[in-house]
C-alpha cells in the first residue's frame, strides 16, 4: 500500500488512475476523521482504501466525513461502497450531480464559511470545474487541492495539460490563495513542473504562479498566430513540451482574453 504521513494529521494514499495515480487523503482530528476523496473504480474500495483506513486504526464509528473535491470520476468512484462500510458518514460535495446520483446519502454543499470538525474549512476553488473545493487544516495550514490547481497540467502523462475553463473565477480565486496564510499544499496528482507537495511560502507563490503562466502561455500563443485554430493552438503548445492542454481550454482562453 502507498501510503505517506504528510503531517501530524494528514496521511495520503496513492492509488492506480491510467497511467497515472489520483489520491486520497485522511485527516485526523480530535473530532473524528475525514476521508478526501473516493478513487476511480468500485474495486479501489476493497483494494485500496479500505486497507488505507484500518491501517490507520479508523473505526466506522470515526470516519465522519466523506469530502468529494469536485464531481471527476477519478475522485469520486467509490460513494456507494464507502457508505455502505460507513453507513453514518455525512457527504461533503458541492456538485448538484452527486446527490441526484446518491439522494438517500446525507449531504452537506460546503461554501467559503463551512467548518468541519472544529479546524477544517472549506475553500471552493472554481477553474478546473464549478464545484472544485479544497479543504484547509487550520492547525498546520494545510490546503488539500484536489484538482484544483493544475499548473501546466499532470506530469507524465503526456495529456491532461492544465484543465482550466472558468479562467476569470480562476484568477480571482488564485489571487484569494496568495493572500492566505497557507503553509503546505497537497494535490491530487504530479503537477508540471513541481509534483503533488508545495511546502513554505515561496514554493507555494511559485505554484500559483505556474497555475496563471499556463494559461498565459497558451493566450501569447494565440496572439502570435492570430490565424490558427484552437487545435492548432494545441499541437503548437505541445512543441514546447509541456503536458497537452484540451482544445476546449485554449477556447476558453481566447474567449477571456478577447473581452
Not at 460507513?86 to 446520483?101: G, Q, W
Not at 477553474?127 to 479544497?134: F, P, V
Not at 495550514?141 to 479562467?167: F, M
Amino acid at each position: 500500500m502507498n501510503m505517506m504521513k504528510e503531517t501530524e494529521h494528514v496521511f495520503r494514499l496513492i492509488v492506480p488512475f491510467s497511467n497515472i495515480f489520483t489520491t486520497v487523503y485522511l485527516v485526523k482530528t480530535e473530532d473524528g476523521a475525514l476521508l478526501f476523496d473516493a478513487a476511480t473504480y468500485p474495486s479501489d474500495f476493497e483494494e485500496h482504501i479500505q486497507p488505507f483506513l484500518a491501517e490507520l486504526g479508523v473505526e466506522p464509528k470515526d470516519l465522519k466525513y466523506l469530502f468529494i473535491s469536485h464531481n471527476h470520476e477519478d475522485h469520486n468512484g467509490t460513494i456507494a461502497e464507502i457508505f455502505a462500510a460507513y453507513p453514518n458518514l455525512t457527504l461533503v460535495a458541492r456538485s448538484p450531480k452527486i446527490p441526484e446520483k446518491y439522494p438517500e446519502i446525507p449531504l452537506l454543499c460546503p461554501d467559503e464559511t463551512t467548518e468541519l470538525l472544529r479546524v477544517l474549512r472549506c475553500v471552493p476553488i472554481p477553474g478546473h470545474s464549478r464545484d472544485s473545493c479544497a479543504l484547509l487544516d487550520t492547525r498546520t495550514n494545510t490546503l488539500i487541492s484536489g484538482d484544483c490547481l493544475q499548473l501546466y497540467g499532470i506530469y507524465g502523462s503526456g495529456k491532461w495539460g492544465a484543465n482550466i475553463s472558468l479562467i476569470d473565477e480562476h484568477f480571482n480565486a488564485l489571487a484569494q490563495l496568495e493572500a492566505m496564510e497557507i503553509n503546505l499544499i497537497l494535490t491530487a496528482h504530479d503537477y508540471h513542473p513541481m509534483g503533488y507537495k508545495y511546502i513554505g511560502k515561496e514554493e507555494i507563490l511559485a505554484e500559483l504562479r505556474n497555475c496563471r503562466e499556463s494559461l498565459l502561455k497558451i493566450a501569447e500563443l494565440i496572439r502570435e498566430n492570430p490565424a490558427l485554430t484552437d487545435a492548432e493552438i494545441v499541437d503548437t503548445y505541445c512543441t514546447l513540451n509541456y503536458p497537452t492542454p484540451a482544445e476546449h481550454v485554449v477556447r476558453a482562453v481566447r474567449q477571456y482574453f478577447e473581452k
